[in-house]
Structure formats: structure tokens, C-alpha cells
């Protein structure tokens, strides 16, 4: 089982470039999340969703957007990409009060 | 603003020592979640706690949620170089809105 798969595992972006990570379960769970996660920190909700067609805010949404069309994927997007957001992040899905299942994390460094 | 606090925020110890992390908030959580990261690898859960007052057991593991569900410890018996790692705890207001502690990154020298 695959589980929850991110892609890519690695970027480097200059500043000003966008990019989408992408965040694909094949759990058929209905919540989803995109966390970052600083050096030596712990994790920051960036935005949630808790189906498709629903977004919301988490702690840290500036710089950033999502989208759920599918209850597959979802999808983080950088429109202009700033040093501030070089990052580790993780995307999890979970299923009513289970457990969050994580990917393995997509490194991003912005220069 | 819901805000999670561990402490301390790094421990090396030797193997066979007993640890304790703590995990506090002024928030209430309806559920509190312990994840542990290793690098390069995404959180992996260790264990729920949904009612105040509760203790789990993994081994040499015991996890405890205040009576007020505000707080969590982690207490690590005879620890062993197998359980370095980043020790997180995750607490649910039910709203699946899931917030993560500041971590505890342990280093256990054999």
C-alpha cells in the first residue's frame, strides 16, 4: 500500500518562482493536511481540508494556497516563492478520529 | 490562537535512564496525539488519549492526559539508543484541525 505519497522529495526555487507540491492518498480518507516543519521544530498547519471542495486555514496560510478537487489529491501551491518559506513539508491524511498517516516530506530550499 | 508547549526541548541521556517529555496548552483538546519522527521520515503515531485522567502503556512507554485535558507526559522507562528521536504531541480541539507541539528532539548514548 502506498499510502500517502509527495512529490518532489527535493526542490530548490529562486525567489519569486512558484510551484506546486503535490499529495496524493490512497486511503480514501476524507481529511487532509499540509504541514511545514522549520529545522529542529515541530509542525506547523499550513491548510486543512476535510473533503473535496472544502479548504480551510490553519495556522500559517500566508504564501500559500491548496485546492481539493478530488479526495485523492491535494495539492500545495507557492506563487512567489520567498527564503522565509524554505521548509520541510509534509502532507497527512487522516479518517474521522484515526491517526494522521504522513508522507515522507517534500525539501524545499528558496534562494 | 491554540498553543502547544514541550518541554524540555532536548535531552541526551545515557541507556537505561528514565525520562519524562511534557506537553501543555491553556486549551482544552478533546483528543492529544504522541507522534515520533526519525530523520527524513514523516511523524509515525505512538499512541491516542481521549479521556482526562488516562494512562497508556507501550512498553516501556506510559502516556498520561491531565485530568483538565490540557497537558500530556511521556515517560520513558530504561531508555535504549532506539528511541532517539523527535518525540511530538498533537492536540485535537474536534474540529480535525490537528496543532503539533514545539518537540522534544531526544539522543539516547548507548
Known amino acids: 500500500n502506498a499510502g500517502v505519497t509527495q512529490t518532489p522529495k527535493f526542490r530548490i526555487l529562486k525567489i519569486g518562482q512558484s510551484m506546486t507540491l503535490q499529495c496524493t492518498q490512497d486511503m480514501n480518507h476524507n481529511y487532509m493536511y499540509w504541514y511545514r516543519q522549520d529545522p529542529g521544530m515541530g509542525l506547523k498547519l499550513i491548510y486543512y481540508s476535510v473533503g473535496a471542495g472544502i479548504t480551510d486555514k490553519g495556522e500559517v496560510p500566508n504564501g500559500y494556497n491548496v485546492s481539493r478537487s478530488t479526495t485523492e489529491d491535494f495539492p500545495l501551491r507557492l506563487e512567489l516563492a520567498a527564503p522565509s518559506q524554505t521548509s520541510v513539508y509534509f502532507c497527512?491524511?487522516?479518517?474521522?478520529?484515526?491517526?494522521?498517516?504522513f508522507g515522507n516530506g517534500t525539501r524545499l530550499t528558496v534562494t | 490562537t491554540q498553543l502547544l508547549e514541550q518541554s524540555p526541548q532536548f535531552l541526551s541521556i545515557q541507556e537505561g535512564e528514565n525520562l519524562t517529555v511534557y506537553c501543555n496548552s491553556s486549551?482544552?483538546?478533546?483528543?492529544l496525539q504522541w507522534y515520533r519522527q526519525e530523520p527524513g521520515e514523516g511523524p509515525v503515531l505512538l499512541v491516542t488519549?481521549?479521556?482526562?485522567?488516562e494512562v497508556k502503556k507501550l512498553k516501556r512507554l506510559t502516556f498520561q492526559f491531565g485530568d483538565a485535558r490540557k497537558d500530556s507526559s511521556l515517560h520513558i522507562t530504561a531508555a535504549q539508543p532506539g528511541d532517539t528521536g523527535l518525540y511530538l504531541c498533537?492536540?485535537?480541539?474536534?474540529?480535525?484541525?490537528?496543532?503539533f507541539g514545539t518537540g522534544t528532539r531526544l539522543k539516547v548514548l548507548a
Open positions: 486549551s482544552v483538546f478533546s483528543s
Open positions: 497527512a491524511s487522516s479518517q474521522g478520529n484515526s491517526p494522521l498517516h
Open positions: 498533537a492536540g485535537n480541539s474536534g474540529t480535525y484541525k490537528y496543532i
Open positions: 488519549v481521549v479521556t482526562g485522567g
